[in-house]
């Protein structure tokens, strides 16, 4: 007995890290619209490879307000009235020909609740899913050339063991003398619930099977739910609670309840993950091994929500195993070189749908197992666009595939281990208008991730073709066989001499009784002759056959020469072509590396200059804040100087103001002290020399009427004085007009205009906002009891918070005195006669008396006003 040889598939061994230079392949992504009749429908089917989503009739978006159509792009879409056959066809068809190449591959349906997932993957009766036509695919291309069972027998390593057929049949024995066989008899009767789903009329094989090797389906069925996995062939009684035991062996009290013993991942030493103590079949079928699927799914977690009767509540895994080994030379037994055996694995995997609770009405459990739906689909979407953006942008940005038990189960798969294939499913509704948009966003990212192509499986090394060859040979030699000799009674056959011996005729008995017995000798004289003739035909014959055989032996040597030298010229042309294709091959790697190393440095010099450019437009923007702040700190130091200059203006025009009210108070004292000068030399001049002069009365004076030039006359006919009114100094800006409704109407020459204001009784914000310039009309009664118009101006200012505010910045003051009851004289045409010195006295005391009228404290006409006091008289 020859010893077991554990072994592990070849091309594991191989790095993980593939070099740049190797081919990958984005992952093909499929959509599938689910029909919906009479419904209204967001989505629309427009090609076979595009489909355009709109909002239903009557959505709006609190965000922008509208909606546009979107369209999305995938390698295929299935509209609503392609078959399940199609779809294998497209999507599945291609994974499966790589399982038998000995190549892995992944499959698995993302969607929301309620939009066929399930279907899509399993089928309904009478139309098989994805799963049932992969498996019949699987057993109709290697049903001639499947070892017996136990030959292959994997491991609790994620490797694979190969017996010989004595260890093989020792454990046929030993599994059929259990009581319960853990592998499922494929004789019996096929459950009618499923026959009708494994019934497949395509009868769908692939032509291109290597018949050298042999063949074993491994199955293993499993689910991931709340983020544990669950083994769901395990073949103890599954109880989704069972109650917790105390050491004495009697149940607790309480109500406390735990799950069933979860299953675990591990890491093989090629750094493959797998699920360590899964159980896995060996099956011999499709309906075996679908027999064996549906007893897990009878152990699938279902629930009835608000969206779907029976909504999974897991993610399902169907795990195929294809283990192959080639013949030895002869073709009769399996070759346990461990670099020959291949092991390749088909994921088949239907994700839990997506789903909203406040759709759902989730509560309790269903509630906790939709938040783990959801939490497991965010991070594989993470996962994805952490790919994405590490080969879109050469970053090495970690990829969480440990935070779910589902990418991390699968992170080989994204990390080059074989194929990826997804199968959107959406369903048209409106309702499900928000959740089918990010289905078709996660669809879209999925497509621009890469994965690197796997390795085909090594050579054997051996002649192809050997194992029915070797059988040819074996029926015609026994054809042969039979034709020369033939079997004897069927048990065995005869000899070729045996042949020979029977064809000569009987000796005659050479037994002499008496000397004169004369018909013996002759007789076997006769029968001597005719052997002896035979033998000569014989051997003529044997020697034409020599000779015929000679002659095929020389045709077949001449031939066979001649095909070796036709074989060595060809030969030679392949060599010369395979060293012209080297050459070549040479000269593109050395371009393909020149070109790379051009690529690198263009690289480089695109994110020197997409650095710089960020610098830059960095350094730009903080240039634009600053100035604009340097703006802004200027605008207020405008408006500050503009207040100061106003504030400075206001104090030197008061200023002068003082000086000039000063000055004429300094200039009507010294006019007062020339008018006394007068009155006392007129004192003077008119008394008598020897009397003593008085000083003259500034009362009589007052009331002395001097004689004034007569007032040119009117001009007859002449038009009316127009009334003229004052204009603002601040006329041609835009201005608030602030007129109480208790203002006087002066109609005079002091009335304020302020043409292009907007006028109001009462200040507002809204006339305020449209404004610069702010002007408040104050009138009183001065102490003459005269209006006094007060004009209080000031500039507006909109604050950060949305306001306006005022900064009062100068103030008018208009009042008009109206002139006193005296009015001027008019002289007469002739001036009285007089003697020289009167004449002259007039003269002097005219113009002292226009002086006088300049005094301090007079009031000589509108705009006039002096506040010095007089000063006293001498006693």
């Not at 010989?164 to 003398?177: F, G, I, P, S, T």
């Not at 014989?538 to 030298?565: C, H």
């Not at 042309?573 to 091959?585: H, L, N, R, S, Y």
Request: hydrophobic share 30%; with cysteine.
């Amino acid at each position: 007995m020859k010893a077991a040889a554990r072994i592990k598939p070849p091309r594991r061994n191989v790095l993980k890290k593939v070099s740049s230079n190797s081919l990958k392949d984005p992952v093909g992504v499929y959509c599938r619209v689910r029909p919906v009749p009479d419904q209204e429908c967001c989505i629309e089917v427009i090609s076979s490879t595009t489909v355009q989503v709109h909002p239903p009739d009557g959505y709006r978006s609190s965000r922008n307000g509208e909606y546009k159509e979107v369209q999305y792009s995938f390698k295929e879409v299935f509209g609503t009235n392609v078959s399940q056959k199609w779809v294998f066809d497209t999507v599945a068809r291609p994974l499966v020909e790589d399982l038998i190449h000995g190549k892995n591959g992944l499959l698995f349906t993302y969607g929301v609740t309620g939009s066929g997932k399930t279907h899509t993957m399993t089928g309904s009766p009478g139309d098989g899913g994805l799963l049932p036509r992969c498996l019949d695919m699987i057993f109709n291309s290697i049903g001639l050339f499947q070892a017996k069972r136990y030959v292959f027998k994997l491991d609790e390593k994620n490797g694979v063991e190969v017996q010989c057929e004595v260890d093989a049949l020792l454990e046929r024995q030993k599994r059929e003398a259990l009581p319960v066989p853990k592998t499922p008899s494929g004789k019996r009767q096929i459950d009618p619930e499923i026959a009708d789903m494994i019934n497949v009329q395509d009868n769908c094989k692939l032509e291109e099977v290597d018949e050298d090797n042999v063949y074993s389906v491994f199955v293993s069925y499993i689910e991931i739910y709340n983020n544990y996995i669950y083994d769901l062939l395990d073949e103890a009684p599954f109880e989704p609670i069972k109650p917790k035991w105390n050491g004495c062996g009697t149940p607790l009290r309480n109500v406390d309840f735990m799950p069933p013993q979860s299953k675990i991942l591990r890491e093989d030493q090629n750094h493959n993950m797998y699920v360590a103590g899964c159980t896995e079949v060996e099956v011999k079928s499709t309906e075996e091994a679908f027999e064996v699927f549906w007893r897990g799914q009878k152990k699938r977690r279902i629930a009835n929500t608000q969206l779907n009767r029976e909504s999974s509540r897991s993610h399902s895994v169907f795990l195929i195993k294809l283990a192959q080994a080639p013949l030895d030379a002869d073709g009769d037994n399996v070759l346990q070189e461990r670099e020959l055996i291949t092991l390749s694995q088909l994921s088949l995997v239907d994700l839990a749908g997506s789903e909203r609770t406040n759709r759902t009405k989730a509560e309790g459990s269903r509630l906790r197992e939709a938040g783990n739906i959801n939490q497991s689909l965010m991070t594989l979407r993470t996962c994805i666009e952490a790919l994405r953006e590490n080969q879109t942008y050469g970053t090495n940005k970690m990829v969480p595939y440990r935070d779910s038990k589902l990418t991390h189960l699968f992170k080989n798969y994204f990390d080059g281990e074989g194929k990826v294939r997804m199968i959107v499913c959406v369903n048209p509704r409106a309702e499900d208008y928000d959740e089918s948009l990010q289905v078709m966003r996660f669809a879209e990212i999925t497509q621009e991730v890469e994965v690197a192509r796997p390795l085909d499986k090594p050579l054997c090394g051996l002649t192809p073709g050997r194992r029915f060859k070797n059988q040819a040979f074996r029926e015609e030699l026994s054809r042969q066989l039979e034709i020369r000799g033939g079997p004897i009674d069927g048990d065995r056959e005869r000899s070729v001499t045996e042949a020979l011996l029977q064809s000569f005729p009987p000796m005659p008995s050479c037994e002499l009784l008496d000397i004169n017995d004369d018909q013996t000798l002759p007789r076997l004289i006769e029968v001597l002759e005719k052997r002896h003739s035979i033998r000569q035909i014989l051997t003529e014959e044997f020697n034409k056959n020599v000779l015929f055989v000679k002659g095929m032996l020389q045709e077949l040597d001449a031939s066979l020469a001649s095909r070796e030298n036709y074989t060595q010229v060809k030969m030679a042309e392949k060599d010369k072509a395979i060293v012209g294709q080297k050459t070549e091959i040479e000269r593109l790697e050395k371009k393909a590396k020149t070109l790379e190393y051009k690529i690198d440095i263009l690289e480089k010099t695109t994110a020197i200059y997409e650095e710089e450019k960020r610098n830059l437009q960095l350094e730009l923007d903080t240039r634009s804040q600053k100035l604009q702040r340097q703006a802004s700190e200027k605008r207020r130091l405008e408006n500050r100087l503009q207040g100061m200059v106003t504030e400075t203006t206001m104090k030197w025009e008061k200023e002068c103001e003082r000086r000039v009210a000063a000055k004429q108070l300094e200039m009507q004292n010294k006019l007062w002290v020339k008018d006394e000068k007068l009155k006392q030399l007129k004192a003077i001049v008119t008394e008598p020399k020897s009397g003593k002069p008085e000083r003259p009365s500034r009362e009589k004076d007052r009331e002395k009427v001097l004689p004034r030039s007569l007032s040119p006359p009117p001009v007859p006919n002449a038009p009316p004085v127009r009334l003229r009114h004052r204009r603002s100094r601040s006329a041609g800006e835009r201005w608030v007009d602030h007129k109480p409704s208790s203002n006087i109407q002066t109609e005079t020459v002091m009335q304020p205009q302020v043409p292009h204001a907007i006028t109001v009784a009462s200040a507002s914000e809204k006339a305020l906002a449209k404004c610069d310039k702010y002007m408040l009309t104050h009138q009183e009664l001065a102490s003459d009891g005269e209006i006094e118009t007060k004009l209080i101006k000031g500039d507006v200012y909109k604050t950060r918070g949305g306001g306006q505010a005022v900064h009062f910045t100068e103030i008018e003051t208009l009042k008009q005195e109206s002139p006193t009851g005296r009015k001027r004289r008019s002289s007469p045409s002739d001036p009285p006669p007089n003697d020289a010195a009167e004449s002259e006295w007039t003269d002097v005391e005219t113009r002292c008396s226009v002086a006088v009228e300049m005094k301090a404290g007079s009031n000589l006409g509108p705009g006039y006003q002096h506040h010095a006091q007089p000063k006293r008289r001498r006693p």
